[in-house]
């Protein structure tokens, strides 16, 4: 697993979340998040309203039962009720409005990453290249949702806190008045004893709070580790099981999930460290503007409700000037979640970019309407520049069948740059529109869902009619699965790998491709099910060049040309010619077999 990476300049970590997640304000729907925006900072401005009316309210009590009013008590009795009831709506609307803003922008943010990652293999090439971009399920699913929630809930509090802390400034400098020091009449004293109380209270803080951010960022790196092994080993039941080595994988997930343990106390501990301190901080934020105005109130200078409504707008500037100390833990897991996000929108960048390049020194990949699929001066390279491939030209024909087998990784790599998800090397690929295509390997994905839906993938469920999907999995030899179409199931679990194997034949007969490249997708059948697979194919689409890259079981005879890919002592990979025939010269393919014949000859399941 990969290790905690380094926060990043505050700078660059600002601008990259703003280049990822900024264009939702100015995008073509920017309509609506302006108006959710607009709304919420509206609502802002009215909580803060009844903030300053509530503290004229307070005043306007107190002084009424200094003065034993019983008119003037019940009159803000009243008061303090619509005061209440406007809160409360004003509150339930920025609920409403700040929940719905923050679910859009996750929506956005979740579709725009999720678009840029699965697209043209780049989730599978990210995976491939070295870096902190590890679990990109829980950064997608969780850190976009922490990401986009808490940035609209820090941004609301802090115009909040600003809107408070412009407006109580002012009514805390009116009820200060003026004292003497050293022999000069100084005003605003309330306002200096605020700013200075809050500074001191933010330096303190950030000291305490300072390794929160390291400590939350490696926790939650240790969290999605945790949790990859839980779906590693789900994924994996079966060898386990089979291997009976479920003890010695649950003294695996029990060693990650201690890992946390460690991260989880310097989050405590920092914790402890800002809630021991703030305790008393906000404590005695209540009482010391009320004990520091005593002697005014005393002196008559300061009259009781007054010197309980500095008390609240003390509170309320300090308050307001607290709001990095208040939400110091949320800041830190807030960028640990945004930094997380940004590595995984770098990976993908990186492996975007190294498809895109161009000239003596990329793959070129020409997807373009052509009468030859192919290679020239080929060669392929891992991602760290090791190299798999050398120095490989191989051009295959409309309507010819060739088996290129021998050494396994380098079959795989040519698979991969065959199958136009491998930008790592240097060469000319011509490869055919993916219209024109289908690349299968050994275990084709098969999504959760219908049979119908696995049957059909990538095209929609609905794109073949019952009785084709029927028809294909009779010629297949899957014809007990034919009634099963609409039943929904994990089928890659619920289906043996030969199973699988016959199925994504079945696709090809519905896709009816004119290009068919196939990577070791024969291997989990016996030799005669590999050679009817084939034989179906060639039967069913004449004119259709096949290329089968890998291990094949069954007999060469129905390919025009075998290839091998020989290693050399030096390392080195050759392609060398096994046998070739012209298609002229092709032996007499027999008639197309029905599917009773078929059934009849074994080629069920």
Not at 213 to 234: G, I, N, P
Not at 280 to 291: H, K, N, Q, T
Not at 364 to 378: A, E, F, H, I, K
Request: proline share 5%.
């Amino acid at each position: 697993m990969s290790s905690t990476a380094e926060p990043s300049h505050p700078q660059r970590f600002f601008g990259d979340f703003i280049r990822i997640a900024g264009p939702y304000w100015t995008g073509p729907e920017r309509w609506r998040p302006r108006l959710l925006t607009a709304a919420l900072a509206l609502l802002v401005g009215a909580q803060v309203a009844l903030a300053i009316r509530l503290n004229i309210w307070s005043a306007d009590l107190f002084d009424a039962l200094e003065r034993h009013s019983t008119d003037r008590a019940m009159a803000q009795i009243g008061i303090f009720v619509l005061i209440m009831l406007g809160t409360m709506a004003t509150n339930t609307a920025h609920l409403v409005v700040r929940r719905r803003l923050q679910f859009d922008w996750r929506r956005w943010l979740t579709a725009r990453v999720i678009g840029d990652w699965m697209e043209d293999a780049r989730h599978y090439q990210a995976d491939l290249i070295p870096g902190d971009h590890a679990n990109p399920d829980g950064r997608i699913a969780e850190d976009i949702r922490i990401a986009t929630e808490v940035a609209i809930d820090l941004a609301s509090s802090l115009f909040y806190c600003s809107l408070l802390l412009i407006t109580f400034v002012g009514i805390l400098w009116s009820l200060s008045g003026w004292i003497r020091v050293a022999g000069l009449d100084v005003p605003g004293h309330l306002v200096a004893l605020a700013f200075g109380y809050a500074g001191t209270g933010a330096a303190v803080a950030f000291l305490l709070g300072r390794p929160l951010v390291r400590a939350t960022d490696t926790r939650q790196t240790r969290e999605a580790e945790f949790r990859f092994s839980l779906v590693r080993a789900h994924e994996s039941g079966e060898p386990i099981a089979v291997a009976r080595g479920e003890s010695l994988e649950r003294e695996r997930l029990e060693t990650v999930f201690e890992t946390i343990a460690q991260s989880w106390r310097d989050q405590s501990a920092g914790l402890a460290r800002l809630l021991a301190f703030s305790s008393g901080y906000v404590a005695l934020a209540g009482v010391l503007p009320i004990l520091v105005g005593t002697p005014r109130f005393l002196e008559g200078a300061l009259s009781l409700g007054r010197l309980m409504q500095s008390g609240q707008a003390f509170q309320q500037v300090t308050a307001a000037l607290s709001w990095p100390v208040d939400n110091l833990a949320l800041i830190a897991g807030w960028r640990a979640s945004v930094e997380r996000v940004l590595m995984l929108d770098e990976a993908v960048r990186i492996v975007a970019l190294e498809a895109a390049r161009v000239g003596e020194t990329a793959i070129n990949l020409d997807r373009v309407p052509t009468s030859q699929l192919g290679v020239r001066d080929l060669w392929v390279a891992a991602p760290d520049g090791t190299a798999m491939l050398s120095d490989l030209t191989l051009t295959v024909e409309p309507g010819e069948h060739v088996l290129v087998d021998g050494d396994p990784e380098a079959a795989s790599a040519l698979f991969r740059v065959l199958a136009g998800i491998w930008p790592w090397g240097r060469g000319q690929v011509d490869l055919p529109a993916d219209a024109g295509m289908i690349a299968i390997g050994p275990w084709p994905f098969l999504p959760q869902g219908s049979l119908r839906q696995a049957l059909a993938f990538p095209e929609p469920a609905d794109a073949h009619d019952d009785a084709a999907l029927q028809a294909a999995l009779a010629s297949v030899g899957l014809a007990h699965l034919a009634e099963r179409l609409d039943e929904t199931a994990d089928w890659a679990r619920v289906l043996t790998a030969a199973e699988i194997q016959r199925l994504s034949f079945a696709r090809i007969i519905l896709f009816r491709p004119q290009w068919i490249i196939l990577g070791d997708a024969t291997d989990a059948l016996d030799p005669a099910s590999a050679d009817l697979m084939l034989r179906l194919i060639v039967d069913l689409l004449p004119h259709a060049g096949i290329v089968l890259i890998g291990r094949h079981p069954g007999s060469a005879e129905i390919f025009d040309r075998r290839l091998s890919l020989e290693r050399a002592a030096d390392g080195e990979v050759l392609l060398q010619e096994v046998y070739a025939r012209r298609q002229a010269a092709k032996l007499p393919r027999p008639r197309p077999l029905s599917v009773i014949d078929r059934l009849r000859e074994g080629y069920g399941r």
